[in-house]
């Protein structure tokens, strides 16, 4: 019973490269998001889709780019990586009715030097 | 904008000794107040969904309830095995996110 799985789980990066955070659910689950998590800031939404092929902003979403060519996969690509992005990065889903519940990953950690 | 604000940051319990975690909020009107649990290294497990004033949820040791400006998160005789961080979050009407708090980082004494 696999539920979301992210990869990879720790990565590090210089600043300017790019990479793609890959996350897949086997729930069917229709609603998809991508948080990010930082010391005292607490969860903070990135991107969330709602159905494939639909994506939508969330609170910081400046640097990400994030596409839902199918129900299983919602990548986030980082075009150029900062220091400001090192954080430890969220996959969610749940169900439309109720996306208040949600099942998460286990996260990625990024570093950016 | 939706505001979530936990209290204490971090608290710290010998086994068996109850207490209460605060979870405050501003929402234009409240569609549903979550709990969840994360453990190091993990990510966030749900726990509660709440959706009035005056609900209340029980799970074991843990007991949620909410008022129109805050929920409380009571847990009860505890043991070690509960020492985790306990995130509150809130969504608004017709929003499909979650507005998290920064979280309670609880830890139980044996």
């Known amino acids: 019973n696999a539920g979301v799985t992210q990869t990879p789980k720790f990565q590090v990066l210089k600043t300017g490269q790019s990479m793609t955070l890959q996350c897949a659910q086997d729930m069917n689950h229709e609603y998809m998001s991508w948080y990010r998590q930082d010391p005292g800031m607490g969860l903070r939404l990135i991107h969330y889709?709602?159905?494939?092929?639909?994506?939508d902003q969330g609170e910081v979403p400046n640097g990400y780019n994030v596409s839902r060519s199918t129900t299983e996969d919602f990548p986030l690509r980082l075009l150029s990586a900062a220091p400001s992005q090192t954080s430890v990065y969220f996959c969610?889903?749940?169900?439309?009715?109720?996306?208040?519940?949600?099942?998460f990953g286990e996260g990625s950690r990024l570093t950016v030097l | 904008e939706d505001q979530v604000t936990q209290s204490p940051e971090a608290l710290r319990l010998q086994e068996g000794e109850s207490s209460s975690l605060n979870c405050s909020y501003t929402?234009?009107?409240?569609?549903?107040l979550f709990w969840y649990r994360q453990d190091p290294g993990k990510g966030p497990e749900f726990l509660f969904t709440l959706y009035s004033a005056g609900e209340e949820k029980e799970k074991e040791r843990l007991k949620a309830t909410l008022t129109k400006k805050e929920s409380f998160l009571h847990i009860t005789a505890p043991k070690p095995e509960d020492s985790a961080t306990y995130l509150c979050?809130?969504?608004?009407?017709?929003?499909?996110?979650?507005?998290f708090g920064q979280g309670t980082r609880l830890t139980i004494n044996p």
């Open positions: 979050a809130v969504q608004g009407p017709g929003a499909q996110k979650l507005v």
């Open positions: 969610a889903s749940g169900l439309i009715a109720d996306t208040g519940e949600l099942f």
């Open positions: 889709s709602v159905g494939a092929g639909i994506t």
């Open positions: 929402v234009s009107g409240l569609r549903g």
